[in-house]
């Protein structure tokens, strides 16, 4: 074969030059998890990777940052607090986390989501070294897939406690399973450290769920010696060392912290509905969904299929003989995804406290089992009615965020039927994207086809312009996209900052949670809250709901007051308030 038909192979089989060159495969294979990776999780969140980006959301975030900016003023290590007083509800990792990010990056909303942002980079990085160690072959499947479903990279870019949680608890989870398999005490290390670093982040749920897992797979497995091995005397000494100390201080300093953390924030928040977040028993099936789109069709194929062959491994085991079929004979992997995927789910499932968060640590092992499904499949080919479903969800999730903007600018109204035809249209484009990709270089190029329609996606979501993202809002020197103009206050207090003079105060009136919170991050001084607060004596600035414009001449019978603008992005007014007389 002469030099021109090599070159023409190794064009039309792109696998060939891997396969010649394996050093170079590894670094395309490693470049490639990594430009990922990167782009999923930052594009749009920290400055230097572009993006419009958006400011804090909910009432979560902006109170968390709050928090992690009061404790690095005070520099206080040990006790949180919120606008001056103790806030004891969660645990101070993400503080620490923050903190550090401020003072190295300074005080700003993206600094404050960097702690998530790099335990789900570390959590993505880990899953494809563990799966290329130990099930070599659908180690980058199973890593970019995890990094590109939704409930992965939108916690990622959360100033919030769900991302460190998750990421180190799933790592201690791989390692304990690395450990199982290897019998090598080094990796009961990543057992101890991580689900250390998850308790300092939400508490006991970590060590609880862990042991829940690894108690149910021994059982199972009628394994029980591995659950005796596992409580180890350095493990354990480190796990104390690394928890204890911050418990024990943050208790000697605020003696009220057992009862409001352990018993409040944990026992109550499990077992009543103090904190109004019920929900049905089966809210968590639709959320595990939606969190891992686009891939929820081939994840729950993927659980079926893992289901069915630890059934069967399981029987084949009571029957004392070695089930020879879709895993190897005593292949246990399988099934200690599936438990490790159940039992989160299934905990709080039974909580009479329900937030989308506390299931993420089921979403990566149902990632890991996605990509060793597509790993295993390239050979037998999957299902056409399977691949189709796949499609057309991906071009569904595309056609969605097409409308999306129609949707922040009037979200009574039905968008108009070109709109529409418009949007079904890309979403349909998407959908025979994939389909061709697939059937034209095969199974293992289905991941690029899915990722090329949500690297779209966050390009219009959190790009500025005509042509790469939705258009910046008119008149604004910044980039601001629809999307921040609606769930953020950040552009609020900026046209705020602009017109308040120094030192006034700024107040609201039953504005939503989110508002009040981020205003008061945005502008550093809690705002006035008129119903909680009263009104303040001197001349300042009142942010209100729409509907509650109302409620003013009753509340400043004997004050002046006129409008300076409205805020129709999110129903609000302002006002501008004299001082008292």
């Given at each position: 074969m002469g030099i021109p038909s090599r070159i023409r192979a190794l064009r039309h089989d792109p696998t060939t030059w891997t396969s010649r060159f394996p050093a170079l495969g590894t670094v395309l294979e490693a470049a490639t998890l990594l430009i990922l990776t990167v782009f999923f999780i930052f594009y749009g969140l920290v400055p230097i990777f572009g993006g419009a980006g958006l400011g804090l959301v909910g009432a979560d975030e902006p109170r968390y940052a709050e928090v992690a900016r009061e404790m690095l003023q005070r520099r206080d290590f040990i006790t949180p607090y919120l606008w001056g007083r103790p806030w004891l509800e969660k645990p101070a990792l993400y503080y620490w986390r923050a903190m550090f990010a401020f003072k190295e990056f300074g005080m700003h909303d993206w600094s404050a989501r960097l702690p998530s942002a790099s335990f789900a980079f570390v959590l993505v990085v880990l899953i494809y070294l563990h799966i290329r160690r130990f099930r070599r072959g659908g180690q980058l499947d199973a890593a970019l897939i995890t990094v590109s479903c939704a409930g992965i990279f939108s916690f990622a870019r959360g100033a919030s406690t769900d991302m460190q949680l998750a990421a180190p608890f799933c790592i201690g989870m791989l390692g304990w399973y690395a450990w199982y398999e290897t019998d090598k005490k080094f990796w009961l290390f990543d057992l101890y450290f991580f689900v250390g670093a998850a308790t300092l982040a939400k508490g006991p749920v970590a060590p609880v769920l862990a042991l829940a897992i690894i108690f149910t797979f021994a059982a199972l497995r009628r394994e029980w010696a591995i659950i005796r091995r596992t409580f180890w005397g350095p493990g354990a000494a480190l796990y104390l060392a690394m928890v204890l100390p911050w418990y024990i201080a943050v208790q000697r300093r605020n003696p009220n912290f057992l009862r409001v953390f352990f018993l409040q924030h944990n026992i109550e928040r499990f077992a009543t509905d103090r904190f109004h977040h019920e929900e049905a028993l089966w809210y968590y099936f639709p959320i595990i969904l939606l969190a891992l789109t686009p891939w929820a069709v081939i994840a729950v194929a993927a659980l079926w299929d893992a289901v069915r062959g630890s059934i069967a491994e399981w029987r084949a085991r009571r029957a004392k003989y070695h089930y020879m079929g879709t895993f190897r004979a005593g292949d246990a992997f399988p099934e200690f995804l599936v438990l490790w995927a159940f039992i989160p789910v299934a905990f709080f499932s039974l909580s009479q406290s329900k937030l989308p968060g506390y299931i993420l640590p089921s979403v990566p092992p149902l990632t890991i089992l996605c990509g060793d499904y597509l790993n295993r499949m390239r050979e037998r080919g999957l299902k056409p009615w399977l691949l189709i479903l796949h499609a057309v969800l991906t071009g569904l999730l595309l056609t969605f965020a097409v409308l999306l903007p129609l949707h922040l600018q009037n979200p009574e109204a039905i968008p108009p039927i070109q709109a529409i035809i418009a949007g079904g249209m890309t979403g349909f484009a998407a959908t025979i994207f994939i389909l061709i990709c697939v059937y034209r270089f095969g199974l293992k190029r289905l991941?690029?086809?899915?990722?090329?329609?949500?690297?779209?996606?966050?390009?219009?979501?959190?790009?500025?312009?005509?042509?790469?993202?939705?258009?910046?809002?008119?008149?604004?020197?910044?980039?601001?996209?629809?999307?921040?103009?609606?769930?953020?206050a950040r552009p609020l207090s900026r046209i705020l900052d602009k017109i308040a003079e120094p030192g006034e105060p700024v107040a609201v009136l039953d504005v939503r949670r989110d508002v009040e919170y981020g205003l008061s991050f945005y502008r550093d001084h809690r705002v006035w809250d008129y119903e909680r607060d009263g009104v303040p004596p001197e001349q300042h600035i009142v942010v209100v709901r729409d509907s509650s414009v109302g409620k003013l001449n009753r509340i400043l019978k004997d004050r002046t007051y006129e409008p300076l603008f409205k805020y129709p992005a999110q129903n609000l007014t302002v006002f501008s308030v004299s001082a008292r007389q």
């Amino acid at each position: 074969m002469g030099i021109p038909s090599r070159i023409r192979a190794l064009r039309h089989d792109p696998t060939t030059w891997t396969s010649r060159f394996p050093a170079l495969g590894t670094v395309l294979e490693a470049a490639t998890l990594l430009i990922l990776t990167v782009f999923f999780i930052f594009y749009g969140l920290v400055p230097i990777f572009g993006g419009a980006g958006l400011g804090l959301v909910g009432a979560d975030e902006p109170r968390y940052a709050e928090v992690a900016r009061e404790m690095l003023q005070r520099r206080d290590f040990i006790t949180p607090y919120l606008w001056g007083r103790p806030w004891l509800e969660k645990p101070a990792l993400y503080y620490w986390r923050a903190m550090f990010a401020f003072k190295e990056f300074g005080m700003h909303d993206w600094s404050a989501r960097l702690p998530s942002a790099s335990f789900a980079f570390v959590l993505v990085v880990l899953i494809y070294l563990h799966i290329r160690r130990f099930r070599r072959g659908g180690q980058l499947d199973a890593a970019l897939i995890t990094v590109s479903c939704a409930g992965i990279f939108s916690f990622a870019r959360g100033a919030s406690t769900d991302m460190q949680l998750a990421a180190p608890f799933c790592i201690g989870m791989l390692g304990w399973y690395a450990w199982y398999e290897t019998d090598k005490k080094f990796w009961l290390f990543d057992l101890y450290f991580f689900v250390g670093a998850a308790t300092l982040a939400k508490g006991p749920v970590a060590p609880v769920l862990a042991l829940a897992i690894i108690f149910t797979f021994a059982a199972l497995r009628r394994e029980w010696a591995i659950i005796r091995r596992t409580f180890w005397g350095p493990g354990a000494a480190l796990y104390l060392a690394m928890v204890l100390p911050w418990y024990i201080a943050v208790q000697r300093r605020n003696p009220n912290f057992l009862r409001v953390f352990f018993l409040q924030h944990n026992i109550e928040r499990f077992a009543t509905d103090r904190f109004h977040h019920e929900e049905a028993l089966w809210y968590y099936f639709p959320i595990i969904l939606l969190a891992l789109t686009p891939w929820a069709v081939i994840a729950v194929a993927a659980l079926w299929d893992a289901v069915r062959g630890s059934i069967a491994e399981w029987r084949a085991r009571r029957a004392k003989y070695h089930y020879m079929g879709t895993f190897r004979a005593g292949d246990a992997f399988p099934e200690f995804l599936v438990l490790w995927a159940f039992i989160p789910v299934a905990f709080f499932s039974l909580s009479q406290s329900k937030l989308p968060g506390y299931i993420l640590p089921s979403v990566p092992p149902l990632t890991i089992l996605c990509g060793d499904y597509l790993n295993r499949m390239r050979e037998r080919g999957l299902k056409p009615w399977l691949l189709i479903l796949h499609a057309v969800l991906t071009g569904l999730l595309l056609t969605f965020a097409v409308l999306l903007p129609l949707h922040l600018q009037n979200p009574e109204a039905i968008p108009p039927i070109q709109a529409i035809i418009a949007g079904g249209m890309t979403g349909f484009a998407a959908t025979i994207f994939i389909l061709i990709c697939v059937y034209r270089f095969g199974l293992k190029r289905l991941r690029i086809a899915t990722m090329t329609p949500m690297v779209i996606i966050l390009f219009y979501l959190f790009g500025v312009g005509p042509f790469f993202g939705i258009p910046a809002v008119a008149g604004t020197k910044r980039n601001i996209t629809l999307i921040d103009l609606t769930y953020s206050a950040r552009p609020l207090s900026r046209i705020l900052d602009k017109i308040a003079e120094p030192g006034e105060p700024v107040a609201v009136l039953d504005v939503r949670r989110d508002v009040e919170y981020g205003l008061s991050f945005y502008r550093d001084h809690r705002v006035w809250d008129y119903e909680r607060d009263g009104v303040p004596p001197e001349q300042h600035i009142v942010v209100v709901r729409d509907s509650s414009v109302g409620k003013l001449n009753r509340i400043l019978k004997d004050r002046t007051y006129e409008p300076l603008f409205k805020y129709p992005a999110q129903n609000l007014t302002v006002f501008s308030v004299s001082a008292r007389q």
